[in-house]
């Protein structure tokens, strides 16, 4: 409830995360990359694994096309189950699958990539897009989707510092800073 809330005079501790104000500052930011809200103790856990499955796919991703010698764009590409013509709401959900692209059946029938792998990064891919408001087509699109990622672990680490600091849930911490 609302008595439990601090009162103007407790705006944080001035940590590594600049407190309270700083972690406003990035939850708005935050908020505003995420495609689907976060309003529970749930939802944040939820959020905090895709972010962890999001930088881990753009790290094998990227060993991947660097082992290929392909541009990661270009790899992301061929992974993904649609294509330019595919909606954005429909990208953020495998069940739209239209089957391997052409680059994607080349890079099979070559055996550069195993239908395991391809179904991994797939599934990665689709999660981060379902995570965050961003395109993974080029590598443009690749580099912005890392910093979201990576601003967002970042605000994650730095709420549960906080929290910690104040002795609640990071959810009770959030629902501080809408």
């Known amino acids: 409830g ?55 796919f753009l790290v094998s991703l990227g060993a991947k096309a660097q082992a290929l010698g392909m541009r990661k764009g270009a ?16 990208q953020a959900n495998l069940g739209n699958r239209k089957g391997h692209s052409l680059e994607a059946k080349t890079l099979l029938a070559k055996g550069a990539v195993t239908e395991p792998e391809l179904r991994v990064l797939a599934a990665q891919a689709v999660a981060l897009r379902a995570l965050l408001r961003v395109k993974i087509a080029d590598d443009a699109d690749l580099g912005q989707a890392e910093q979201a990622v990576q601003e967002l672990q970042t605000f994650l680490r730095g709420l549960d510092a906080e929290a910690s600091a104040r002795q609640c849930s990071p959810a009770q911490l959030l629902r501080e800073l809408d």
């Open 75 to 90: 790899l992301s590409r061929a992974v993904l189950p649609f294509d330019d013509q595919t909606s954005l709401a429909d």
């Open 2 to 56: 609302s008595g439990a809330k601090p009162g103007p005079g407790k705006r944080g501790g001035g940590g590594a995360g600049g407190g309270l104000d700083g972690l406003r500052t990035q939850w708005v930011q935050v908020s505003y990359m995420l495609r689907r809200p976060v309003a529970s103790l749930a939802d944040l856990a939820a959020v905090a694994k895709d972010a962890r499955a999001g930088a881990s």
